[in-house]
């Protein structure tokens, strides 16, 4: 984390001296540091954050709040001219729309940590076929996008050591198992077949992957999905609330903790229950 804090940190900083248009030396001695220093902060090799005086300095000279500096908000400004740090934003017709992604996708460069828990399961642990099925029906999302980003976004956590974690109700996965629901039509054979595949994935990618499942007979959670230190997103159908704000972000990471305390299927058990769950397929 400490790794991850220090490179949102030097990239806010190349900003705040880009728009400053002035010589690095020049930026450097309005902070009241020399050169050199400035020059450590910046390089790609330096694993410090800078001292608080040199944040405060930063933040009270060029208008910058210190939790964006450290990547706890994307809220630029400090004070009262602070945006809204909760957003409600409407025409969310799929809960993984350009939007989603483009969250997804901030947060995965940073290195950040993503914990979702998703309206059914997670998209990229999904086949194509299931994902043409599930979205049949909603127009207004681009079906062939979907797929095509499930399968970019599997390969990637195998090549890389990026860390998700998800919190499914077990509920869920017996309903799919058993064609009910939304996925009342779906062919028994493609059920199997899913689940063969996704629980070979959880033990392939294990433990960059983390599955946890949950008994919505003790819990329940709406959809929703911690980016890092500095995002989240909840889902209600048709919107979706964002919040940018530090504390609102620990919050719905306490939420997601208290799911995996109540989780009735830990990470290591949840290929078995999966496999199970296909074998028991019509």
């Not at 964006?68 to 409407?90: C, I, K, Y």
């Not at 964002?242 to 109540?262: E, K």
């Not at 290591?268 to 496999?275: I, K, L, Q, R, S």
Request: glycine content about 6%; charged content about 25%.
């Amino acid at each position: 984390m400490r790794r991850q804090v220090v490179h949102v940190f030097r990239e806010r900083l190349l900003q705040v001296i880009e728009r400053s248009r002035l010589s690095p030396a020049a930026f450097a001695r309005t902070l009241g540091i020399d050169r050199s220093t400035l020059s450590q902060l910046l390089s790609p090799a330096n694993d410090r954050l800078p001292r608080a005086e040199t944040l405060a300095a930063v933040s009270q000279r060029y208008g910058v709040s210190v939790d964006w500096l450290l990547g706890l908000t994307s809220q630029e400004r400090q004070g009262a001219d602070v945006v809204e740090q909760v957003r409600v934003e409407g025409q969310a017709g799929s809960p993984t729309d350009d939007r989603f992604l483009a969250w997804y996708a901030e947060a995965e460069n940073a290195g950040y940590r993503i914990r979702t828990v998703p309206r059914s399961f997670p998209d990229f642990l999904k086949l194509g076929d299931v994902i043409r099925y599930e979205y049949a029906n909603w127009p207004e999302v681009d079906v062939e996008a979907s797929v095509l980003w499930a399968g970019e976004r599997l390969d990637s956590m195998r090549r890389s050591d990026l860390s998700q974690e998800a919190c499914l109700p077990l509920q869920g996965l017996k309903a799919f198992a058993r064609g009910e629901a939304q996925w009342e039509g779906l062919p028994a054979s493609l059920r199997r077949e899913q689940l063969e595949t996704m629980a070979a994935t959880c033990r392939a990618i294990y433990p960059s992957l983390r599955v946890h499942l949950f008994d919505l007979a003790q819990t329940y959670s709406a959809p929703f999905t911690v980016f890092g230190p500095q995002r989240a997103s909840l889902y209600t159908g048709g919107l979706f609330f964002v919040f940018t704000a530090s504390m609102h972000v620990r919050l719905l990471n306490q939420r997601f903790d208290d799911l995996i305390r109540a989780s009735a299927v830990q990470p290591t058990a949840v290929a078995d229950v999966m496999e199970g769950l296909a074998r028991e397929v019509g």
